[in-house]
T-cell receptor, first 110, second 116 residues
C-alpha cells in the first residue's frame, strides 16, 4: 500500500517554465522531507518541513507543508537544465522510518 | 548536512558468492541506519532498519538470511548479500538517522551490485 502519493511521476519541460510536484497522504507525518537524486548517486536532502502550513524557500524552489501535515508540494520557478533529476518526497514516522513517494523524474530541456 | 559513505561504489560478482557493503556515518553517530534497494527510475524500497548493538528489523518480504545486517558501532553498518543471484542485482543505498528530532535521514552514495 502506497501511503504517500507523489505526482506527476514524469515531467519534461522547457528551460524557464515553472512546475509543481505534489505529495499527498491520508496519514499525518511528524515531518516531511524532499530529496533530489541524480543517476548513480544517493538522494540529497533539500529541505525538511515540520510545522503545518510551513513554507520554505531554497533559491528557485518553494516547499510547502499542508496545514494538516498530510501533504506537501514543491514548486520550481524558471526551471534550469541543472534541475534535472529524480525528486523524492518522504514522510517521517516517529519511529524514524521514512515513507517515500513514487518519485518525480524531471527533465528540463535547454 | 551529515555525511554518509558507502563502500564499494560498484561491485561485480559471480552468482553464488557473497558480497559485503559497508555504510559509515563520517561526522555524526547513527544509532539507527537504514538499508534501501532501488530499481531504475523508481523510488527507494526500505529493506531493513539497522540498530546499533541489536538485531536488524526487516521489512515484509525481505529475507533476513539472504541480506545479513550488522551494526557493530555507532558509525558502521554492513549489509552482506549472501549467495548472490542475478535477481539481486540492484542499487543498494544506506542512510543514517541524524539526531535533532526531525527524523532526517542522510544517504550514502549507493552501491551498484551486478551479479553475473
Amino acid at each position: 500500500t502506497q501511503l504517500l502519493e507523489q505526482s506527476p511521476q514524469f515531467l519534461s519541460i522547457q528551460e524557464g517554465e515553472n512546475l509543481t510536484v505534489y505529495c499527498n497522504s491520508s496519514s499525518v507525518f511528524s515531518s516531511l522531507q524532499w530529496y533530489r537524486q541524480e543517476p548513480g548517486e544517493g538522494p540529497v536532502l533539500l529541505v525538511t518541513v515540520v510545522t503545518g502550513g510551513e513554507v520554505k524557500k531554497l533559491k528557485r524552489l518553494t516547499f510547502q507543508f499542508g496545514d494538516a501535515r498530510k501533504d506537501s508540494s514543491l514548486h520550481i520557478t524558471a526551471a534550469q537544465p541543472g534541475d534535472t533529476g529524480l525528486y523524492l518526497c518522504a514522510g517521517a514516522r516517529n519511529t524514524g522510518k521514512l515513507i517515500f513517494g513514487q518519485g518525480t523524474t524531471l527533465q528540463v530541456k535547454p | 548536512g551529515a555525511v554518509v559513505s558507502q563502500h564499494p561504489s560498484r561491485v561485480i560478482c559471480k552468482s553464488g558468492t557473497s558480497v559485503k557493503i559497508e555504510c559509515r556515518s563520517l561526522d555524526f553517530q547513527a544509532t539507527t541506519m537504514f538499508w534501501y534497494r532501488q530499481f531504475p527510475k523508481k523510488s527507494l524500497m526500505l529493506m531493513a532498519t539497522s540498530n546499533e548493538g541489536s538485531k536488524a528489523t526487516y521489512e515484509q518480504g525481505v529475507e533476513k538470511d539472504k541480506f545479513l545486517i550488522n551494526h557493530a558501532s555507532l558509525t558502521l553498518s554492513t549489509l552482506t548479500v549472501t549467495s548472490a543471484h542475478p535477481e539481486d542485482s540492484s542499487f543498494y543505498i544506506c542512510s543514517g538517522l541524524a539526531g535533532g528530532g526531525y527524523n532526517e535521514q542522510f544517504f550514502g552514495p549507493g552501491t551498484r551490485l551486478t551479479v553475473l
